[in-house]
């Protein structure tokens, strides 16, 4: 068992490639490690529409896996703690988790919510709080940003220099 940072996310029955596209970009600018998913519905609307519709303008599948597993939690370490983010009564406001070293956040479909087992399997249940529910990918943006936030590598120009397009050198004016 390593003790490195590990950070897994996985998609319940995702339908929308569009939302797929947008976590795997959120999973890119947010080095996740995988992107796994369950259901035929995803990989179907990816065939029909094609391209047209991925919204990974970042090209983050070449360097992140996208799998398509039989079940979300198969095969991870004995030290992965399993976190599911739902909107569900009982579940830990974002702000006040605290993130774990390694992880898998479970994200529940577009038009649905995670399995009672899941949850009942979860080392902890996490919600952002909201009025209203967010898309599947502004969801995993989320999550993602605060477990940066809340990191150590959070703060830094070094951070900025590598996360900012090519054509942006703009700096902050310090005070004379």
């Known amino acids: 068992m390593s003790d490195a940072s590990l950070v897994k996310i996985g998609l319940l029955n995702p339908k929308s ?4 596209g947008g976590v795997m970009r959120a999973a890119g600018c947010y080095q996740a490690d995988e992107v796994r998913y369950t259901g035929k519905r995803y990989a179907l609307a990816a065939k029909n529409r094609g391209e047209q519709y991925n919204t990974d303008t970042k090209r983050a599948s070449l360097n992140i896996p996208l799998v398509a597993v039989d079940s979300l939690l198969d095969g991870l370490d004995d030290d992965t703690q399993v976190v599911c983010v739902d909107l569900v009564e009982g579940a830990i406001p974002l702000p006040q988790f605290h993130h774990p070293k ?11 919510t995670l399995d009672q087992a899941l949850i009942d399997s979860a080392d902890a249940v996490v919600y952002v709080p909201t009025v209203g529910c967010m898309n599947l990918a502004s969801s995993v943006n989320v999550l993602l940003y605060d ?7 959070s ?20 005070p004379r």
């Open 155 to 174: 703060g830094s120009d070094e951070l900025i220099k590598q996360s900012r397009d090519t054509n942006n050198r703009v700096r902050v004016k310090r």
């Open 17 to 20: 490639p569009t939302n797929v």
């Open 102 to 112: 390694k992880a898998i956040y479970l994200f529940g479909p577009e038009d649905g």
């Open 147 to 153: 477990r940066l936030a809340k990191g150590e590598h």
